[in-house]
């Protein structure tokens, strides 16, 4: 952190040589976050060390509390969002599973708290590295599921978090996934705007009706059982049906503040504008070797394209049909693993797979497991998986739907 | 920091506020004793009050969908997060405040739990929560003893021989649980030096009860109490006898009252006059034998429980409240 983004307290535009967990630490800031809480663990724990000098040198008013656990950590930003005020956390690995019981009534209650979690294997045996795991637990809770590819777009999309969490169409909570390392440490130009900008686009969050207070003697998360407690998922699943255009707006509007952002929030595509045979699917920083790999490919001739899904919660089940349902052959590419799942795949590959059943017309479906525990994933991996969908389509069959790439056997 | 309010102590019980911010509603067994510590820790309170309930009895039991028994703002929390659950209430509220996103007022913040989710599960959340000096709050743990609302099963604040239904007396094993209660209040007085309120109470002692409550709303800063409440369906008793029981926990020199204020201590109450010497104890048996959960105690066992409390009061360097004994001289 240079010490001009303190001495100006976000006044002017600028652009700083950050890494992601500093770009949102900044975010935090910009969108002046009343509750962030800590509890260390590599990798994702890189944010609140810039939080904390953030708060130290007075570029920061915040209440920044360090949890004794990460379960402390949840609940405290639970409770601080359920009075009204605007609040920030995040884990990564085992400690965002220390959480869980936290994490899954955060969902339950519709507080809108916006997290980080710095994507990380999950212990035993020890590893620092990324694996999707971790953040994919939460897919089913009622999370808004984000995966962030540069530190850039961590920035902007924290600032979107708060926005579109807090939008009271949905008021659900929102995890931006960072990749460990790849994201996290590694530092790029970014892009910093003035805290007036941010005050133009992000209002403050209001809880209306359901705020906790006195003045609004409510009683919140009665016990419920079997009489009502199905009327109740629904109305979490309304608001999740509700998440797509609330975050269409946001992004719209985030575009026309800030001057940047992609064609769709859902996905970004990479060379696929000449309907490609193969396209490659995945999420996260793995696009940058991917990205490498295809104009290597493309210049020998192959026509390869790339589609990184960003949201994976709320997924984009139209988008991810119309960019995929044109190809021969989808190669997914898991950062995760799920130990008995159909075809023994990843969990992406069986999302996107069981999104694409309902066309007439279907692409072959292919998964590769890469990169666990934070291994590279090379160049030549990606050529790899590419040479195995592309034998899908020239024999018209899948000899092995779930492929481990770069592992020694 | 934010602002305290003004709750002067109460004088006599015709003083206890009659307002109620706790009515009906709820479905806790009849005489349960801890719905009554309910109420007079909100009567005591007031209305400008956000209360945060951990699971347990007087969750399940107390608050049903569309029969809330709660006038004040009232949310859940999860078993071991009444610490936590405090914190972040406060935390949400002293951050607004200071930015003016919120009207600057003193807004009093009680999280509760039971033995099982204090005592137990949420130990390290509620020492954490004492540490931030900067929060107004107050944590109150009831203690009926036992994870109740579960069916009845021992904690680590049930005391020595009870009989629940994860140490029921059997064939070969008379004695299932063999842990002394937990010495709770002042572990937690002791652990954090910071802390400026830590009291013990009973509701049976109502007027005492809510003096206490007060003092620790009023301090400033985070705050504990620990109040044993009388279980009708865990004790196994008479309903009619909670308030008796309650008494008679006190008066046996088993549950002291007291509170540690600034590093003050006072007793209160029977203990007071307990610790002067001016009452005698009555015998452990008058209250463990009024119980059904204590009814396969052998002479032998009464013996021991009351060999127990006696050296808690004789040997101990504080008299029932700090359990070892002062350096020695130097004899050298
Ligand atoms: C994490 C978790 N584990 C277990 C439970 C099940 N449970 C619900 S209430 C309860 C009993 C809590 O005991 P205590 O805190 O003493 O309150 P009481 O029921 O006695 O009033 C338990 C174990 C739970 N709700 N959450
Ligand atoms: S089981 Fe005990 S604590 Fe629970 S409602 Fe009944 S009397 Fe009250
Ligand atoms: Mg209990």
Do not use: I
């Given at each position: 952190m240079t010490t001009t983004i303190e001495d100006q307290m976000f006044m002017t535009e600028s652009e700083e040589l950050i890494s992601g967990s500093e770009a949102v630490a900044i975010a935090c800031a910009l969108a002046d976050v009343d509750v962030i809480t800590a509890y260390p663990i590599r990798p994702y724990d890189t944010v609140m060390q810039y939080v904390s000098k953030l708060k130290a040198d007075g570029a920061f008013d915040c209440d920044f509390i360090v949890a004794e656990s990460e379960h402390s950590q949840f609940e405290i930003v639970k409770h601080a969002s359920s009075v009204g005020a605007r609040t920030f956390c995040g884990s990564s690995g085992v400690g965002w599973f220390y959480a869980f019981e936290a994490i899954a009534v955060t969902a339950g209650l519709r507080l809108p708290v916006v997290a980080m979690v710095g994507n990380r294997a999950l212990d035993d045996p020890g590893a620092f590295g990324v694996e999707h795991n971790d953040a994919m637990?939460?897919?089913?809770?009622g999370w808004m599921l984000y995966w962030v590819a540069t530190a850039q777009e961590a920035l902007d999309m924290a600032l979107m978090a708060w926005k579109i969490a807090e939008d009271s169409r949905a008021f659900l909570p929102f995890a931006l996934s960072c990749d460990g390392s790849f994201l996290t440490h590694s530092q790029a130009i970014v892009n910093v705007p003035t805290q007036e900008q941010v005050r133009r686009f992000l209002p403050d969050y209001d809880r209306g009706r359901l705020q906790l207070h006195p003045d609004n003697p409510i009683t919140v998360a009665p016990q419920v059982n079997e009489d009502w407690l199905m009327e109740i998922r629904r109305q979490s699943d309304e608001a999740m049906h509700r998440t797509p255009a609330v975050i269409k707006e946001v992004y719209e509007e985030f575009k026309q503040v800030f001057g940047r952002g992609d064609p769709s929030p859902f996905l970004e595509e990479y060379m696929t504008d000449d309907d490609p045979d193969i396209i490659l699917m995945g999420m996260g920083t793995l696009s940058l070797p991917v990205r490498v790999a295809i104009r290597r490919m493309r210049e020998q001739g192959k026509k390869v394209g790339f589609v990184r899904l960003k949201f994976f919660r709320p997924f984009a089940t139209e988008e991810v049909q119309e960019a995929l349902g044109n190809c021969k052959a989808v190669a997914v590419v898991d950062r995760d693993y799920s130990f008995g799942s159909p075809s023994f795949g990843g969990v992406l590959f069986n999302e996107v797979r069981s999104a694409l059943?309902?066309?007439?017309k279907r692409p072959h479906v292919v998964n590769f497991i890469a990169g666990l525990g934070g291994r590279e994933v090379r160049v030549r991996d990606v050529e790899e998986m590419v040479e195995i969908t592309q034998k899908a389509i020239d024999t018209g069959k899948i000899d092995r739907e779930c492929n481990w790439i770069g592992v020694r056997e | 920091m934010t602002t305290l309010q003004e709750l002067p102590q109460v004088r006599g019980v015709k003083n206890i506020p009659l307002q109620e911010g706790f009515t009906s509603g709820h479905r806790t067994c009849q005489g349960c004793e801890s719905a009554l510590t309910m109420r007079l820790m909100i009567k005591a309170a007031g209305p400008r009050t956000i209360v945060v309930g951990s699971t347990g009895c007087m969750y399940v039991a107390n608050t049903t969908y569309y029969s809330t028994p709660w006038v004040v703002p009232w949310m859940h929390t999860q078993l071991g997060s009444s610490g936590s659950a405090a914190t972040g209430t406060a935390a949400g509220l002293a951050s607004m405040m200071r930015k003016g996103k919120m009207k600057d007022e003193p807004i009093n913040v009680i999280a509760f739990c039971g033995d099982g989710g204090g005592v137990d599960m949420g130990l390290a959340g509620i020492s954490a929560a004492l540490q931030h000096d900067e929060y107004n709050l107050l944590i109150l743990c009831y203690d009926n003893e036992s994870y109740a609302n579960t069916d009845i099963q021992v904690s680590g604040s049930s005391p020595w021989g009870a009989n629940s239904t994860f140490s029921p007396p059997g064939k070969v094993h008379r004695i299932m649980n063999r842990r002394w209660k937990k010495n709770t209040a002042p572990m937690l007085a002791a652990g954090h030096p910071s802390c400026r309120y830590v009291a013990t109470a009973c509701a049976s002692y109502g007027l005492d009860f809510t003096n206490k409550v007060r003092r620790a709303l009023t301090i400033g800063g985070p705050t504990f109490i620990h109040v044993i409440d009388p279980c009708p369906k865990g004790w196994d008793y008479d309903p009619k006898y909670s308030h008796e029981l309650g008494m008679l926990a006190v008066e046996t020199g088993l549950w002291v009252q007291y509170e540690i204020a600034d590093g003050e201590l006072i007793l209160s109450g029977p203990s007071r006059a307990i610790g002067n010497g001016v009452r005698h104890r009555k015998p452990v048996r008058e209250y463990l034998q009024r119980q059904g959960r204590f009814a396969h105690l052998t002479e032998e066992d009464l013996e021991f429980f009351q060999g127990r409390v006696d050296d808690s009061w004789e040997k101990w360097w504080i008299p029932g409240i700090v359990p070892f004994s002062p350096p020695a001289g130097d004899g050298a």
């Open positions: 637990a939460v897919r089913d809770l059943y309902p066309l007439e | -």
